[in-house]
T-cell receptor, first 113, second 117 residues
Framework: QQQVKQSPQSLIVQKGGISIINCAYENTAFDYFPWYQQFPGKGPALLIAIRPDVSEKKEGRFTISFNKSAKQFSLHIMDSQPGDSATYFCAAGRSAGRRALTFGSGTRLQVQP | GAVVSQHPSRVICKSGTSVKIECRSLDFQATTMFWYRQFPKQSLMLMATSNEGSKATYEQGVEKDKFLINHASLTLSTLTVTSAHPEDSSFYIC?????????????FGSGTQLSVL
């Protein structure tokens, strides 16, 4: 599988702060970039996703920034809340052919009250 | 929204036994389902792609004789871990795409925690 690199591995943010998680990909054929949120013992749930034809997508407190030339994308969580404490995975996929996603290594976010 | 149901959520078995995990798409048909494996504090690694009506496609390094996949219908895929050993202990997750193209309509099951004693 093509690699998707994610950083940081863990992140501690104060309540109300901004959480930023970064990902970089290698395969230029990827054209779908979702972020998933996972709580312990549960499957991942889609948070927000972006396609390379836009540089930014915002949904509520969650924003994806996408830099096609650098092959990087990031998740910004504004006004972080303790309930946001979870593991976040970036992923990348291709519209054509097989539709399985390649996941990043995950970021454990802890939002302190 | 569409739901993918995965059972059981947790299973403990003795070494040498086989364990079957079911993944069902509850309100949509899925000709393809994906099976992932996740070790503690690690990412999801794709094991295989389950295809309704044909053989599963396994990722490199995944033993097809050990991880048997059967896509019996358009709403059910099963993963059987045969002759399980402690090293097979892991969190197994299935996912199913609702749409014909990759988009937001990719749903994940809640996962199965397998512990082999």
């Amino acid at each position: 599988q093509q690699q998707v690199k994610q950083s940081p591995q863990s992140l501690i943010v104060q309540k109300g702060g901004i959480s930023i998680i970064n990902c970089a990909y290698e395969n230029t054929a990827f054209d779908y970039f979702p972020w998933y949120q996972q709580f312990p013992g549960k499957g991942p749930a889609l948070l927000i996703a972006i396609r390379p034809d836009v540089s930014e997508k915002k949904e509520g407190r969650f924003t994806i920034s996408f830099n096609k030339s650098a092959k990087q994308f990031s998740l910004h969580i504004m006004d972080s809340q303790p309930g946001d404490s979870a593991t976040y995975f970036c992923a990348a996929g291709r519209s054509a052919g097989r539709r399985a996603l390649t996941f990043g290594s995950g970021t454990r976010l802890q939002v302190q009250p | 929204g569409a739901v993918v149901s995965q059972h059981p959520s947790r299973v403990i078995c003795k070494s040498g036994t086989s364990v079957k995990i079911e993944c069902r798409s509850l309100d949509f048909q899925a000709t393809t389902m994906f099976w992932y494996r996740q070790f503690p504090k690690q990412s999801l690694m794709l094991m295989a792609t389950s295809n309704e009506g044909s053989k599963a496609t396994y990722e490199q390094g995944v033993e097809k004789d050990k991880f048997l996949i059967n896509h019996a219908s358009l709403t059910l895929s099963t993963l059987t871990v045969t002759s399980a050993h402690p090293e097979d202990s892991s969190f197994y997750i299935c996912s199913a795409p609702q749409g014909a193209v990759i988009d937001e309509k990719l749903f994940f099951g809640s996962g199965t925690q397998l512990s082999v004693l």
